[in-house]
């Protein structure tokens, strides 16, 4: 049920109509995720901002975090666009399930990421000793550390919004897990 509609570029501010152009002369079309932050003056700009900020992780870091956030968060419209995302930095489908699970198996590293960014998010900003101790020995540092939660809470946010707005997800469905995070 669609609580929030999607606007398009002649309902929005023309502060936004410009970010709307940006968009799609980048992206090819809007995400009704990026739409929907345009009912506000500033959120869009702001989030974008946000996202786009210069940071100490790797890209394919960055969608690990992603994909974790979105699905303890239970986010379809997310954990679709990372999907998509997650392909385009190199990770294969079995390896998004596997990130998605909080383990990544895979990769000794991105594992340990994974698995903080499920333990924290899960309980609610407070990491177990367990987790924080294996993601510095998986050679993350206290900068990181500040990178992946800037990333959190980005990743919260837009959960957040399509969880309150139940908009249509434009992005290609994400496979299910057969179980749950949390």
Same mark, same amino acid.
């Given at each position: 049920?669609?609580?929030?509609?999607?606007?398009?570029?002649?309902?929005?501010?023309?502060?936004?109509?410009? $970010?709307?152009?940006?968009?799609?002369?980048?992206?090819?079309?809007? #995400?009704?995720?990026?739409?929907?932050?345009?009912?506000?003056?500033?959120?869009?700009?702001?989030?974008?901002?946000?996202?786009?900020?210069? %940071?100490?992780?790797?890209?394919?870091?960055?969608?690990?975090?992603?994909? =974790?956030?979105?699905? =303890?968060?239970?986010?379809?419209?997310?954990?679709?666009?990372?999907?998509?995302?997650?392909?385009?930095?190199?990770?294969?489908?079995?390896?998004?399930? +596997?990130?998605?699970?909080?383990?990544?198996?895979? +990769?000794?590293?991105?594992?340990?990421?994974?698995?903080?960014?499920? +333990?924290?998010? $899960?309980?609610?900003?407070?990491?177990?000793?367990?987790? =924080?101790?294996?993601?510095?020995?998986?050679?993350?540092?206290?900068?990181?550390?500040?990178?992946?939660?800037?990333? $959190?809470?980005?990743?919260?946010? %837009?959960?957040? $919004?399509?969880?309150?707005?139940?908009?249509? =997800?434009?992005? #290609?469905?994400?496979?299910?897990?057969? %179980?749950?995070?949390?």
């Amino acid at each position: 049920m669609e609580t929030i509609n999607v606007p398009n570029r002649e309902e929005v501010s023309e502060n936004n109509q410009a $970010i709307f152009d940006n968009l799609n002369s980048k992206l090819g079309f809007v #995400p009704n995720l990026y739409a929907t932050f345009a009912h506000s003056e500033t959120a869009l700009g702001d989030y974008l901002t946000f996202q786009n900020r210069k %940071s100490s992780l790797k890209a394919k870091e960055r969608e690990v975090i992603n994909l =974790v956030v979105s699905q =303890v968060n239970e986010c379809d419209y997310c954990l679709a666009a990372h999907t998509a995302l997650g392909k385009m930095n190199g990770f294969s489908d079995e390896e998004i399930l +596997d990130i998605r699970t909080g383990e990544a198996n895979f +990769d000794t590293k991105i594992g340990a990421l994974a698995n903080f960014v499920k +333990d924290i998010t $899960i309980n609610r900003s407070k990491p177990s000793e367990d987790a =924080v101790a294996r993601l510095f020995e998986a050679g993350y540092t206290k900068e990181n550390l500040i990178d992946i939660n800037m990333v $959190i809470g980005d990743k919260i946010v %837009s959960n957040f $919004i399509h969880g309150s707005g139940q908009f249509a =997800v434009d992005f #290609p469905a994400a496979a299910k897990l057969e %179980s749950t995070l949390a």
